[in-house]
């Protein structure tokens, strides 16, 4: 069973459309539909913005279900240094927790400075990056590359950040920081989680807007998310991991 993770409703209604519903679960705040989407047993949960919601909500799924892989998708904003354009789709590499340090004298500094692991286990220690699966960023590259529907894809680093940059100043410090290929609210979290239990994950967004100084008439929301979910539905087609 795989197990899919948005945020909100306008990131999944495309693949509720079509996906064959089998039940509904509740499991604290959180709905969790079950069903078959490209021939594999899914769960899907729109689990609400933000870190906590989405750590909350792979919580339960993990806890509940044990999915072989957790795959997070929705839109996000993209670094102009990046080279991906409005309707492009991205896929992690690697997530980054792009809040969590410390201020010093000297400008940010990540927990790996502080000493203190976000994940930390017999197996493997993290701070503020969460490296995604090889074999599932592969077989996502490897579908989207040979798509019969055309799809601009880029892979790279993705930055979780609390607060949504809307200025160009604050963007290029962030890329002069991560080098980043985009940024979203959740993906960090559910990494995090991901890994705290073992579990592979997979990350893809469908680009609604460069991160620059604010303005809703450039974005495109309704197709960045589009995309992302066929996106999604082509990399569930075949999966056999």
């Not at 998310?225 to 066929?230: G, N, S, T």
Request: hydrophobic share 40%; aromatic share 6%; with cysteine.
């Amino acid at each position: 069973m795989i197990a899919l993770l948005c945020s909100v409703y306008a990131e999944a209604e495309l693949l509720l459309s079509r996906m064959t519903t089998t039940g509904v679960a509740t499991l604290g705040s959180k709905s969790v539909i079950e069903g078959k989407l490209a021939n594999q047993r899914v769960l899907l949960c729109v689990g609400g913005m933000g870190k906590v919601n989405a750590a909350h909500a792979a919580t339960l799924m993990i806890e509940k279900y044990n999915p072989r892989t957790l795959i997070f998708f929705g839109v996000g904003g993209a670094y102009p240094s990046s080279g991906a354009m409005v309707g492009d789709i991205a896929l992690a590499s690697e997530e980054i927790a792009g809040d969590e340090g410390v201020l010093t004298l000297d400008g940010f500094k990540d927990t790996e400075y502080i000493g203190i692991p976000l994940v930390q286990s017999d197996r493997l220690r993290l701070y503020n990056r969460f490296p995604v699966s090889p074999s599932n960023l592969e077989h996502a590259r490897q579908v989207l590359s040979h798509a019969k529907m055309k799809i601009r894809f880029h892979v790279g680093t993705f930055i979780t950040l609390s607060t949504c940059t809307g200025t160009s100043l604050r963007a290029k410090e962030l890329e002069t920081r991560y080098h980043g290929l985009c940024e979203n609210m959740e993906g960090a979290a559910a990494a995090q989680i991901a890994e705290l239990h073992g579990v592979p994950w997979l990350e893809m967004r469908g680009i609604s807007n460069i991160v620059e100084d604010r303005d809703l008439k450039k974005w495109d929301i309704t197709g960045a998310a589009k995309a992302a979910q066929m996106a999604v539905q082509q990399t569930l087609d075949g999966w056999d991991r």
